[in-house]
């Protein structure tokens, strides 16, 4: 690994790395609100002047939604990336309620989360199921934005990076150094709470995050490879996350159902001073 780094950096980014502003809206809109989110939030970001060579953004909409933002992206080339929620570890077969990576892919979808803490907790999902999503998403050419965090309790009993390495460390097993792939730290106990952990508790566990990444897949993939941040992030806290050296970026829940909001957490470079 390199040597480290300062815990904080200026505004534009000194990695390499394009950080990464993503909306996870989880189970909310419908197509037509979709439609109407992605309208807002471009037109919002236009108005403001981005850039998208400077902050990359983009939205996990349900399933339901993911062609009427396909269409509406691709028709008026708006400068957003999309993904899904999930995806099947199968390819194809007799998985009734699945989606599979070849099927988001044939969308042109861009991303899919993976190993959320609501898959994990609510659905029984193992590091290994994680794993294989992983792969999953990999083999269809699909990017995973694989989470990772650690409940009260584990921090408490643990330590703050204990799990999130452990998890990282077991969904990669099997995937390739030269693999495209973000990594996502989202506290379990953050995630919803209002109370978003610190920025220098994030930049912690990045930290400790990108040294596993490098001890598994090798000191490139760890440089390369973009680690976000999750959990009550707004637009009043984005700009301190962003100042640490190993945070790329966010992962944002409820706060990206609000065009105006999330347009504000898009724009946290004019916030990020020397």
């Known amino acids: 690994m390199k040597a480290p780094r300062s815990a904080r950096r200026d505004a534009a980014p000194q990695t390499g790395r394009l950080p990464l502003i993503a909306g996870n809206w989880k189970m909310n809109l419908d197509h037509l609100q979709a439609i109407a989110l992605v309208q807002k939030l471009a037109w919002t970001l236009q108005d403001h002047g981005y850039d998208e060579r400077i902050v990359e953004v983009a939205v996990f909409p349900p399933f339901t939604d993911l062609r009427s933002v396909q269409t509406l992206i691709s028709a008026d080339r708006l400068p957003l990336r999309f993904g899904a929620q999930d995806l099947s570890p199968h390819a194809s077969g007799a998985y009734t309620g699945d989606i599979s990576g070849p099927l988001l892919k044939a969308l042109d ?5 993976v190993g959320h803490s609501e898959r994990r907790s609510l659905h029984a999902e193992t590091d290994q199921v994680v ?47 030269d693999a495209d792939l973000v990594v996502a730290y989202e506290p379990v106990w953050a995630i919803g709470s209002g109370q978003a952990a610190t920025p220098e508790q994030a930049q912690e566990v990045c930290t400790a995050l990108r040294v596993a990444l490098g001890e598994v897949l090798g000191a490139e993939a760890a440089d390369r490879t973009r680690i976000l941040y999750g959990g009550s992030v707004k637009r009043d806290n984005i700009a301190d996350f962003m100042r640490q050296a190993d945070v790329d970026g966010a992962l944002v829940g409820g706060a990206s159902l609000d065009a105006a909001g999330f347009a504000d957490i898009v724009r946290f470079p004019k916030h990020v001073t020397r």
Do not use: F, M, N
């Open 109 to 113: 979808a861009t991303y899919v989360i």
């Open 131 to 177: 794993g294989a999503k992983v792969r999953a998403a990999l083999d269809s050419a699909l990017v995973p934005v694989l989470c990772v965090g650690e409940t009260a309790e584990d921090r408490e009993q643990q330590g703050a990076s204990a799990v999130p390495v452990a998890q990282l460390r077991a969904a990669l097993d099997g995937v390739p150094a």
